[in-house]
């Protein structure tokens, strides 16, 4: 069965550069999630998306932006990049928030490591 | 806070025994879930409780809520080595987000 695909899975890149990260969730899934680990943290909600519209909001930093497309895919958009910043970065999709569809399906990451 | 906290933070017990892990948490939620992930990788959906079911099973994985405690527990039977991984409680409280509990480090030795 098709999964949550994200790109890149790694990345690395200077303090201050700009970086972005994408995320295709599984077919006919119309909720896309961002989440950012820390080495050794558990997981934490950076911001969701539910029919290309901002649904929740969590410990974004004002440097990140993040979009869902037309074809629902979504991409996190990242400036002014910080030490701190490197983390794996995983994305998670579901189907019909609130009902059956709860379970959110996570992508493998993009492991971002900023110099 | 709606993290939820889990202990113990580190088990480690031998092939064939079971394991059981605890998550508790503070505030009222719709849906608990509990997610595995092996060292640097994913995070794999393991089960999904909801907040008027009080036990569910899948194969060697048994969860269990009590909404009155505010906790729930993730059993694992007749573990075997490929079952070594984190295991976070996930707590569903909102319309979307989703939040991690601290995680349990389980070793299962051969």
């Known amino acids: 069965a098709a999964g949550v695909i994200q790109s890149p899975r790694h990345l690395i890149k200077e303090k201050r550069e700009t970086a972005t990260l994408k995320c295709y969730p599984i077919?006919?899934?119309?909720?896309v999630y961002w989440y950012q680990q820390g080495p050794g943290q558990d997981p934490q909600f950076l911001i969701s998306?539910?029919?290309?519209?901002?649904?929740d909001k969590g410990s974004i930093p004002d440097r990140f932006s993040a979009q869902q497309f037309s074809d629902y895919h979504s991409e996190l958009n990242m400036s002014s990049l910080e030490l701190g910043d490197s983390a794996l970065y995983f994305c998670?999709?579901?189907?019909?928030?609130?009902?059956?569809?709860?379970?959110?399906?996570f992508g493998p990451g993009t492991r971002l490591t900023v110099l | 806070s709606q993290q939820g906290e889990e202990d113990p933070q580190a088990l480690s017990i031998q092939e064939g025994e079971n394991a059981t892990m605890n998550c508790s948490y503070k505030?009222?939620?719709?849906?608990l879930q509990w997610y595995r992930q092996n060292s640097g990788r994913g995070l794999v959906h393991l089960i999904l409780?909801?907040?008027?079911?009080r036990e569910k099973h899948s194969g060697r994985l048994r969860v269990t809520l009590d909404t009155s405690k505010k906790s729930s527990s993730l059993l694992i039977t007749a573990s075997r080595a490929a079952d070594t991984a984190s295991y976070f409680c996930?707590?569903?409280?909102?319309?979307?987000?989703?939040?991690f509990g601290t995680g349990t480090k389980l070793q299962v030795i051969p």
């Open positions: 505030t009222s939620i719709n849906n």
């Open positions: 998670a999709s579901s189907s019909a928030p609130g009902t059956s569809g709860d379970t959110q399906y």
């Open positions: 409780i909801r907040s008027n079911e």
């Open positions: 998306f539910y029919e290309k519209m901002q649904s």
């Open positions: 077919p006919r899934h119309d909720t």
């Open positions: 996930a707590l569903r409280g909102g319309y979307q987000k989703v939040t």
